[in-house]
Each structure stands twice: as C-alpha cells, then as structure tokens.
C-alpha cells in the first residue's frame, strides 16, 4: 500500500462508468481506482493470488497497489487503487492486425490463467487492453471475479465481437476491421459477421461455429424474446420469463478458451501490397539527403529530453527509432496498416521499447465517440505531445487530402509544441506524382509560401535544404 | 436433423443450474453458442488431457527417480 498523493481534485475518466463497481479517476499525477466494498474484496482476495502476482511480474496487468487511507473529497467509494499510467492511450480502431491478435492472445491468457486459480473475468472488451511501448498490458483489474461453478465465461460475446470477428474479417477476407470498430464500439455483431464471412469463407477455421452458429442463435433467441415482448401486454396478466439457466462444466469453459486460443493463433492476416509497406528501403531519397534528413532529427530531437513526441506520417518508424533514443515515450502514427504492422512486429520482440504504433488517417483523426462523444477520446484531445514530427506528410495532406496548408499549421499550432517538419514543395516529383491526374490550386505549397504561412505560429529554430531544395526541414517552436 | 436442432438437444443435455450475471449482458444466444461450442471442446480438452496423461505414463524416467 502507498499514500494517495493527489491533491483531492480527481477528474473521472469519460470512459469509465459502464460497470457501477468501480471507476477511473485521473489526479493529474496518479491513475486511481474508486471501487466498491464487493470489488475491494476482490482486489484484496486477487492481490493474494500467486498467478495474479505472477501476472504483474509479467507485465501483463498494469502495475496497481491500494492506497491507505481515502482520498478526499471523493469518498463515496470502499476503497482506492492506484494504477500505472499508460503514456498515451490508444484504441482498438487504431491497432494493426498484429496488435488486435496479440491483444486478443493476451485477453485469452489472462482468463484461461484466471480460471485455473478459481477465478474468472466478467468481460472481454478490447478496451480493457492498452500498450506500453509495444507491450500489451490488461488495465481493468476489477474485471477479475471469483469464478462460479456452473458459470460460463460471460465475456466470450464481447470477445467475438471485439476480438475474433475483426481479426477474422482482415484473415479470412483480407477485409481492414479498423472502420468497423471505429463505427461500433461494440464490436462486428454476431449477423453482421455472419453475413460478411458467407459463402465459401464458411468453411474457413472457427467460422461455422463460432460465426455461423452463434449468430443462428442469436436470431433464433432474439425472435423468441420479440414473441415474449407481445405478448406482454397490460391484460395479459403474463410475467416476464426468468432468465435461462445453463450448466457450463469447467472443462466446457477451459476447453472453448483454449480452442479460441489455437483459433487466434493461427490467423494471419492477408497479403496486401501497399505504398508504403517497404518504406525503410523504397523511399525516394539518395543516400546522402536521408543522412542529412536523419542527422537534422537527431539534432533537433536531442537538443532536449521530452516526454511525448508523436511521429505523425512514420511509415515504418525510422525517425521514430532516433525519437525513441532521446524521449520517453513515442507515439508512431500512420494511416498505412501495413506499415504499422512492419513497425510493430520489429518492435514487439524489443525489450523495452518506448514506441507505441497506431494506424490512423490524419486527414480523419479519430473524433470523440461513444456515450456523449467523450467515451473515447478525439485522438488530439488524450495527451499532449511535447514535440511532432511531420516528415514528408504536409503534401499528402494538403495535396491528396486538400486540407488548406494553414488550416493544417493552425492545428498543429493548438497542440502547442515542438514541431519538426519537411516541407515537400510543388517542385518535388512526389508532388508532381500527386498533382498528375489534378488541378493544381495548391500554390502556398512553396517555401515562401510555407513560411509566410507559419510566421504568426511558429519562429523558426533551424532548417536546412534536402533533394536539390525541393524539399526543406524546419525545426519549430509555437510563438 | 439441422444444426439448430443438434444444438439445441446438447443445451437440453447440458443445461442444468446457475445463472450468470454481470454488468454486460452475455446474451442468450451466446450463453448457448458456447454451450453447444463448450460440449465439444469439453470433449476434446478431457481426450487431451487424458492422452498426455497415457504419454506421460510410457515417458521413460529419469535415473534415481522412484516416484510412481
């Protein structure tokens, strides 16, 4: 056990509130944990437990102790945790394949381990899992219950819909499941599964029954409770039926785990060739401008240690591996999944590793959703970065996505940080690749134009010339 | 007989006491799915179990190991 030490003014995390046991309060220095005298005695029963030690020693539950005494003026709960902070959350609609499978391996593990101990997990959301570097970590301890015998393990809907079904889906039909998630927070529904695995994928592993079937008896039970519901009328004098009783023997339960877990395991995801998949070996640089590109980020990167830097349009992560060196933590966002899978699967096996992958398209961040759009949090709106790297992504952005050049520089202005930037002008072939099949309309994209655009945002700290000065890299700070 | 109908006569086989309650609804559809899903790996996991038991038992042991 540690003192609280917050200074009493707990903020409640917008997306903790669906299970009333137990909610998330941020104090600005510490994650803390209100729970209820039901989960307290959880905690306290779990925190005994060897293979819930065994599972902290592992890092694979966040780092969380009790705090002694109550934290004022929040005392409407039993009890207080305090938890690791994970250094910049992440949702499942901006993992690659990769991630949501080994976020679902661990989600399988953390259960099948549970259950072996005499405990079980009322849920299987994907949300309940977040990253450190590129280490999976399960957050939500009061998921952990005393297993009931005869219960099955509730959480196996929530893990089809958030887990298996998407992972199934990029498997099976080379079809991306980050739009899914990201329109549902749910997860793919049962029918909506089985209707985009038809025909012959069918046949593939898992799908009839875990698909097929689940969704059968989701329609078949759905139009027995609609009957129910009809025939509930006023003068009816009918009551509400009870609910359905069913026997689930533990060898019921540990044998559809570990089914679910050879399941997951062997899905791979399809082959798809994408721009920027390779990019550490086909960009368009010739060897002396990306070493005068690496040495100008490493220059700017080191002049100070930060604690956030998010590497915006990272590819495969090169300029993120020098942030790595000098930051705490990096955040390497793309909107190229195979280039994100690249980038994690390098960084999985490292020991340590401060960088965290996401996919996401930076003309179309992801917005605040969910239960009055604050569930899950706009991608701008989680943690501020200390310093943002925009490497060859301003002419995507202005060009393909035709986002204004300023209203980009405004936005990356309110984020009120260190800014490292290469300017693509017109003049580069990768913009003149852009601009064959349109009207040109995007003149401010030239270095008089880029930096009349940011004088009244940005002072300039140093730049240098790349490719014959087509190119340009700024070091920025806001003004 | 359909798959509906096979499903349903291993819920009858299976079905029994306790009920499961937590704060998301585990669906009626689903608790079935994973009893008709459970029945079989039921099945499979205590033929493993069973199996690496036999194997275990025609392991040759270590020398100095008296054990039974």
Redesign the interface.
């Known amino acids: 056990m540690t003192d609280a030490v917050g200074d009493g003014s707990l903020i409640p995390d917008r997306g903790s509130f669906?299970?009333?046991?137990n909610r998330v309060y941020d104090d600005g220095k510490q994650i803390i944990r209100g729970v209820s005298a039901e989960a307290l005695a959880n905690w306290r029963a779990l925190a005994s437990e060897s293979f819930f030690q065994e599972l902290l020693d592992e890092g694979k539950v966040v780092a969380t102790e009790q705090l002694e005494r109550p934290i004022a003026p929040t005392d409407e709960w039993a009890g207080y945790l305090s938890h690791e902070r994970i250094p910049f959350v992440t949702y499942p609609y901006e993992w690659s394949f990769g991630m949501l499978r080994d976020a679902a391996l661990l989600q399988l593990e953390l259960v099948e381990r549970a259950f072996h101990a005499g405990w079980s997990m009322?849920?299987a959301t994907a949300y309940n899992i977040q990253w450190i570097g590129s280490r999976p970590v399960f957050i939500d301890i009061p998921s952990f219950t005393p297993y009931?015998?005869?219960?099955?393990?509730?959480?196996?809907?929530?893990f089809?819909m958030q887990f298996l079904y998407p992972l199934m889906l990029q498997a099976y039909k080379g079809v991306d499941f980050q739009p899914f998630l990201r329109a549902d927070l749910e997860g793919v529904d049962?029918l909506l599964a089985s209707r985009l695995l038809s025909g012959s994928t069918r046949l593939r592993k898992g799908v009839l029954?875990?698909v097929y079937?689940?969704a059968?008896?989701?329609?078949?039970?759905?139009g027995s409770?609609l009957d129910e519901a009809k025939s509930l009328t006023e003068n009816s004098g009918k009551q509400v039926s009870k609910?359905?009783?069913?026997?689930?023997?533990e060898?019921?339960?540990?044998?559809?785990i570990?089914?679910l877990k050879r399941l997951v395991n062997r899905l791979q995801p399809a082959q798809v060739r994408t721009t920027w998949g390779s990019y550490d070996t086909d960009h368009s640089y010739g060897d002396a401008s990306f070493e005068t590109k690496k040495s100008f980020v490493e220059r700017a990167v080191s002049s100070a240690r930060r604690h956030l830097v998010w590497d915006l349009g990272c590819n495969t992560g090169t300029f993120s591996e020098i942030c790595a060196r000098h930051s705490d933590y990096v955040l390497s966002v793309d909107g190229d999944a195979k280039a994100i899978e690249r980038l994690y699967q390098a960084q999985k096996t490292k020991v340590g590793t401060n960088i965290c992958p996401a996919i996401m398209n930076l003309a179309n961040i992801s917005p605040g959703q969910g239960w009055n759009g604050e569930e899950r949090k706009a991608f701008d709106r989680r943690s501020r970065p200390n310093l943002v790297l925009c490497l060859a992504l301003i002419h995507h952005i202005v060009i393909s996505a035709n986002i204004p050049l300023g209203a980009f520089l405004s936005w990356l202005r309110k984020l009120d940080s260190e800014v490292v930037l290469e300017l693509v002008t017109l003049d580069d072939d990768m913009s003149k690749m852009l601009l064959r099949n349109r009207e040109n309309q995007y003149g401010e994209l030239t270095e008089a134009g880029f930096e009349a655009a940011i004088s009244k945002m940005f002072r300039i700290v140093s730049s240098e010339p790349l490719k014959g000065g087509h190119r340009k890299l700024y070091h920025l700070v806001p003004v | 007989m359909n798959?509906?109908k096979i499903?349903l006569i291993i819920?009858f086989l299976?079905?029994?006491?306790?009920?499961?309650y937590?704060?998301?609804d585990?669906?009626?559809?689903?608790?079935?799915?994973?009893?008709?899903?459970?029945?079989?790996?039921?099945?499979?996991?205590?033929c493993r179990k069973y199996f690496y038991k036999a194997v275990d038992l025609f392991k040759p042991r270590a020398k100095g190991d008296k054990s039974n």
């Open positions: 669906r299970d009333r046991n009322k849920d009931r015998a005869g219960e099955p393990w509730v959480g196996y809907r929530q089809c049962p029954t875990h079937l689940h059968k008896m989701q329609a078949r039970y759905a409770e609910s359905r009783k069913m026997h689930h023997s060898a019921m339960v540990l044998g559809t570990q089914g | 798959v509906q499903g819920v299976v079905s029994a006491t306790s009920n499961a937590a704060y998301i585990p669906g009626t559809g689903s608790v079935v799915t994973t009893a008709i899903i459970g029945f079989f790996a039921a099945a499979a996991y205590t």
